[in-house]
């Protein structure tokens, strides 16, 4: 029953690839958002999506795009992968999008550009 | 500019022992001040978190402290425990005009090693 799941955990692919992460959370939170954590352990947020909306997005190269089917799902799609790209990606929801809530974020998807 | 800063980068203490994390911040204002945990390869836990308001907020073995004069915070872990070894991450909540949660900013996070 894990709260916030993301699929696959690693992924290894090649520059100039597309490659999506999925991303599911069972806590019933009208909030989902993704984040990046590089090499240096920073954390950085890249997108937020409250009720199916897109509510903050970083300066994220366009080749990034986030889609919601669902409240409940909130996938990461990647075009023309770069070596740059290579990082852990965490999925989180919360409740709602007030800063008073707590984020609860997934096991991360390790992304590898060769 | 927003910036969240935590010391000592890495910390290595036997178990049973004390030890003491801190964050310097310079986000303002703001809304409420966070301590993650994160074991490796896994994503960042909840330990505690502290509006503006607040000064002390203890989660078992971890009690968190807060001074918003100064713009520091601190985590301290009690009786510490093979499993504390962790990395743990100071996160500030800006308070952006009208009250939308903006983005939260993240400290490069404190590696501590609970040795036996």
């Known amino acids: 029953d894990t709260a916030v799941s993301q699929t696959p955990k690693y992924l290894v692919t090649q520059m100039g690839n597309d490659k999506s992460i999925k991303c599911e959370q069972n806590l019933g939170h009208d909030t989902m958002y993704w984040y990046k954590q590089d090499s240096k352990k920073f954390l950085k947020i890249m997108f937020s999506y409250n009720n199916k909306e897109l509510i903050i997005n970083e300066t994220v190269p366009n080749r990034f795009s986030p889609k919601s089917p669902d409240k409940a799902h909130l996938n990461l799609h990647i075009n023309s992968l770069e070596l740059g790209d290579s990082a852990v990606y965490f999925c989180a929801s919360s409740q709602v999008l007030t800063p008073a809530y707590e984020q609860y974020f997934g096991p991360g998807t390790r992304l590898t550009v060769t | 500019k927003n910036q969240v800063e935590q010391s000592p980068q890495s910390l290595i203490i036997l178990e049973g022992k004390n030890c003491t994390l801190q964050?310097?911040?310079?986000?303002?204002?703001?809304?409420?001040l966070r301590w993650y945990k994160q074991d490796t390869g896994r994503g960042p836990v909840s330990l505690t978190i502290m509006t503006f308001s607040e000064n002390t907020k203890s989660n078992g073995r971890y009690t968190a402290t807060l001074d918003a004069d100064t713009k520091q915070s601190s985590l301290h872990i009690t009786a510490s425990q093979l499993s504390d070894s962790a990395s743990y991450i100071c996160v500030v909540s800006p308070r952006n005009y009208g009250g939308s949660q903006g983005n939260l900013i993240f400290g490069k996070g404190t590696k501590l090693s609970v040795k036996p």
């Open positions: 964050c310097n911040y310079t986000v303002s204002p703001f809304s409420n």
